[in-house]
């Protein structure tokens, strides 16, 4: 639970890094603005901590939907539960399905496009890295497990992944999100060899 200072900004900070990133995450989720000065007045922390923390807003919205996505991914493959490229692909169904749903991403990209599709999906950022290296995670649990073998290699397979998720679910060309995860789950299958039966 996030902890509410009662100092006065400029004093020794009465609360945390982490829990400026859950109010942020809070916000968020909840399809607010995440607001860098509002996050620093409820917590009681001055300008100049948020800054030493997380130098710019886009860098706190990187680290926050990163974390996030880390977060969801692991959690939900726990909750698939099984084990092989079935669970992968239901893994990454399930994640992708609630990335599209997410009432602050549609916000997000609705009010920021073009901030959002650029921590989201840029190669420099916090974001598509934390989520390609969370896959390759999980694809090789799967593979040392012996219970996978991917057709290329699992940096690669997780990229691609990653990066097929991005093209399917955001729409760069009008705001909002496509959320066509019906076909990204068809290509994912691809990708992982399994054959489903057309739905």
């Known amino acids: 639970m996030t902890r509410v200072a009662t100092g006065r900004p400029g004093r020794p900070a009465a609360s945390t890094r982490e829990a400026a990133l859950e109010l942020a995450t809070q916000r ?47 959690a939900i493959r726990e909750d698939v539960g099984g084990c092989g490229a079935n669970a ?52 090789d649990g799967e593979a040392q497990s012996g219970e996978f073998v991917p057709s290329i290699p699992p940096s690669v397979l997780a990229y691609a992944i990653v990066r097929l998720a991005e093209a399917f679910i955001y729409n760069d060309a009008i705001a909002g999100i496509r959320g066509d995860v019906t076909r990204l789950r068809q290509v994912e299958a691809v990708l992982l060899n399994v054959h489903e039966q057309p739905g």
């Open 28 to 74: 968020f989720l909840a399809g607010e603005r995440v607001d860098v000065q509002g996050i620093a007045r409820e917590l009681g922390l001055a300008r100049a901590t948020m800054h030493r923390w997380f130098q710019t807003r886009d860098m706190l919205l990187g680290e926050l939907l990163g974390s996030l996505g880390q977060q969801r991914l692991e």
């Open 88 to 139: 992968l692909l239901e893994t990454f169904d399930r994640f992708n399905t609630e990335v599209a749903h997410t009432r602050g991403m549609r916000v997000l990209l609705a009010q920021e496009q073009e901030r959002a599709l650029r921590i989201l999906t840029s190669g420099a950022g916090l974001v598509q890295p934390r989520l390609v290296a969370t896959v390759e995670r999980l694809i």
